[in-house]
Structure formats: structure tokens, C-alpha cells
């Protein structure tokens, strides 16, 4: 099944339409990935650590960006297991689109339990 493709309205500022885990989530897998999806396509060159990030109590979390497919969806993988039972932010701030337009700062916020998906026997 497809999803219908996004169309952009030039009227409205570039945003962060969809996030997994959502805002508020609570027993997400330590080793999770987190998605951000955009209205519009990202410039890559944009996309770094300060502008998309993951945060907990100590900080930024270690890890790698992706961007992916249309280049509206960015996939953050963290570099260490995610602290149990702490919040996480999903920070955007400075993303740009192509042309040259700012997405519009978000910031959601979820809680890794102490399980990860390796730890799921099935």
C-alpha cells in the first residue's frame, strides 16, 4: 500500500508533520530508532547534530542521521542504548528546505523502559 504523497502548500513554513515515537510515549525500546517526518524535502546540508538532535538529562545523545527516500523523512540511531525511564527530546531547530526556507522548531519528548528489542524473544 502507498501512502499518499504530501503536497506542499507554499503558503505555510516548512514543519514537522508525524514523529515516532510520538510525543508523550512511554516504553519505547532502548535501541529504537527515532523518525522525523517533514513537510517538505530537507537540504542536506542543513542536517546535522544541532539542528536534529536527541537529548537526555546528561545531554545530546551520541548517534547518526539519516535522511531518507523524498528526503522528508530524517531517521536518528542512537550510538549507545537509550537511558531507561528518563525523558528524551527530539529537538529540531535550523533544518532548512532547499529553498533555503526554516522549518518551524519542534521538540516532542518519550521515555526509553529498560528492554530493548534484542531482549524480545519471539
Do not use: K, Y
Request: with cysteine; charged share 25%; glycine share 6%.
Amino acid at each position: 500500500m502507498r501512502l499518499a504523497r504530501e503536497t506542499e502548500d507554499p503558503t505555510r513554513p516548512p514543519a514537522v508533520v508525524h514523529v515516532d515515537p510520538w510525543d508523550g510515549a512511554t516504553g519505547v525500546f532502548r535501541d529504537s530508532p527515532v523518525a522525523v517526518r517533514l513537510s517538505t524535502p530537507v537540504d542536506p546540508r542543513t542536517l546535522n547534530p544541532q539542528t536534529l538532535r536527541i537529548q537526555d538529562d546528561d545531554g545530546p545523545v551520541p548517534g547518526r542521521l539519516a535522511l531518507c527516500g523524498d528526503a522528508r523523512l530524517v531517521v536518528f540511531e542512537a550510538s549507545r542504548p537509550l537511558r531507561a525511564d528518563v525523558w528524551h527530546f527530539i529537538v529540531v531547530s535550523g533544518l532548512a528546505d532547499p529553498r533555503g526556507r526554516r522549518v518551524l522548531p519542534h521538540w516532542s519528548r518519550f521515555i526509553a523502559c529498560n528492554v530493548g528489542r534484542e531482549d524480545i524473544a519471539l
